[in-house]
């Protein structure tokens, strides 16, 4: 007996968990895409239109047929938030993924969660890799946010900025834009004589590991949102 479409499609629970899907798609020649946000009592309807529109839920060896066949792939990641979901959808062109009707855009221009899609060399490569790293603004909000900070001359409020800082994904762009800040505000901590009060960031953020996807079915999620809404609609008729 076939199955729902809502029983195949997964939502992932964690921010660092959908930048490491797409940079693993992107790296598979995913090249462009599109993506949306949409209000969680919708997510059913959205999914059942997506997969009849396009082959969004085959698995990898179907994907890997189909590539070798010319015909392209297209592939969706969902997270949710809340009572509402963010979707990306990626896209291997070929044949079949030519004459789509979305405005896709160039996967070198995504920016998520504050993050850019970036290539950066390492020292033990040759040559350049693509990884995730802040945003121009995303960086600025943070050097800035550290300033202000350390001039409020209030540990318990640095401290607060590193918790949070350090919370930034471990991909190696990211890592190496948040040991810039924590120079930075180490300077700033000595510029203004606290560093017998200021607390002391991290010797260096963690590597982003992989580890297995913290996800849950749409079907899932549906039940649980049309669960909670009967009984909201009992408390609140």
Request: include cysteine; aromatic fraction near 8%.
């Amino acid at each position: 007996m076939n199955k729902s479409p809502t029983d195949r499609p997964i939502i992932l629970q964690n921010q660092a968990g959908v930048l490491q899907q797409i940079l693993d798609y992107v790296q598979h020649g995913y090249d462009q895409y599109v993506s949306g946000i949409l209000p969680l009592d919708k997510l059913e309807g959205f999914v059942r239109k997506m997969t009849l529109k396009y082959p969004i839920w085959h698995d990898k060896h179907a994907r890997s047929r189909r590539k070798r066949a010319g015909l392209g792939n297209v592939v969706m990641i969902l997270y949710q938030k809340d009572a509402e979901v963010y979707w990306w959808m990626l896209v291997q062109r070929g044949d079949c993924m030519d004459a789509m009707h979305e405005r896709l855009v160039p996967t070198e221009q995504m920016v998520v969660f504050g993050c850019r899609l970036t290539q950066m060399t390492r020292k033990t490569q040759n040559k350049p890799a693509r990884t995730w790293g802040m945003t121009h603004e995303r960086y600025e909000y943070w050097r800035q946010t550290i300033i202000d900070a350390v001039r409020s001359r209030e540990p318990y409020r640095m401290l607060g900025v590193l918790v949070e800082l350090y919370k930034t994904p471990g991909f190696h762009g990211c890592r190496v834009q948040v040991g810039k800040l924590a120079t930075l505000y180490r300077g700033e901590v000595k510029r203004a004589s606290l560093t017998k009060i200021a607390p002391q960031p991290p010797t260096r953020l963690g590597y982003v590991r992989r580890l297995p996807l913290q996800c849950q079915s749409v079907r899932q999620v549906i039940r649980r949102q049309r669960h909670t809404a009967r009984l909201s609609g009992t408390v609140h008729p």
